[in-house]
């Protein structure tokens, strides 16, 4: 089985560049997640790597299948020089993490929360995993493997959190669109809910 880990930063390189800066953190029980920062003019991202390492378990499933299954990396652009958004690695590596700790199936359309500001001050606990395919192509594995998917990660304050589990994540994305909410916005306030 090839390791798929140097494939998956080829293509994060092929997209996004040379990665300024990384950092690794390893969970008790977890495989090591790296998070890789790109900076392209006044947005800065963060990337993950080794959430695809291994594939998503569906968590009803009495035995994990090590080969077949969804893989998926976790992307985040906000803007620079506005907030301590570098903090956001420890937070990033752990929901990259939660796959492999809690069992569950990261994809688009879920909510993500960390129970902490994303960074600090940051107005955000939680993220919306977005539908993938726009900054990064998905990463197409030999058979049997499913492809690596990058999903992006939109995030959501307390009071979208909760208006998303009611209305769906269909319903909050497009208030954000029509109000013309900049997701990059590292402090930005809740869109209009009512």
């Known amino acids: 089985m090839a ?4 494939l998956v930063e080829a293509r994060l390189r092929t997209a996004l560049g040379e990665p300024d800066a990384r950092a690794a ?4 029980g977890t495989d090591r997640i790296e998070v890789l920062r790109f900076q ?20 009803t499933a009495v035995l994990a299948d090590p080969v077949k299954g969804p893989r998926a990396e976790l992307v985040l ?3 620079s020089g506005v907030a301590d958004t570098d903090k956001v690695l420890r937070p990033l590596a752990v929901l990259a993490a939660s796959p492999q700790v809690e069992g569950v199936v990261v994809a688009p359309g879920a909510s993500l929360d960390v129970g ?32 690596v998917r990058f ?19 269909q319903a909050l994305q497009e ?3 029509t109000q013309g909410t900049d997701l990059r916005d590292p402090v930005r306030k809740s869109v209009a809910l009512d």
């Open 3 to 6: 390791d798929v880990l140097p």
């Open 25 to 28: 953190v390893t969970f008790l």
């Open 40 to 59: 392209e003019g006044d947005v800065v991202r963060y990337a993950t790597l080794g959430m695809s390492a291994q594939p998503m378990a569906d968590p």
């Open 77 to 79: 652009s906000v803007r």
């Open 116 to 147: 902490e500001p994303l960074w600090p001050g940051a107005p955000f606990t939680s993220v919306l995993v977005a539908e993938p395919g726009g900054l990064v192509e998905d990463l197409e594995l030999d058979e049997p493997l499913d492809p």
């Open 151 to 169: 999903l992006p990660l939109l995030p959501m304050t307390p009071n979208e959190a909760a208006w998303k589990r009611v209305h769906g994540a």
């Open 175 to 177: 208030r954000w669109l």
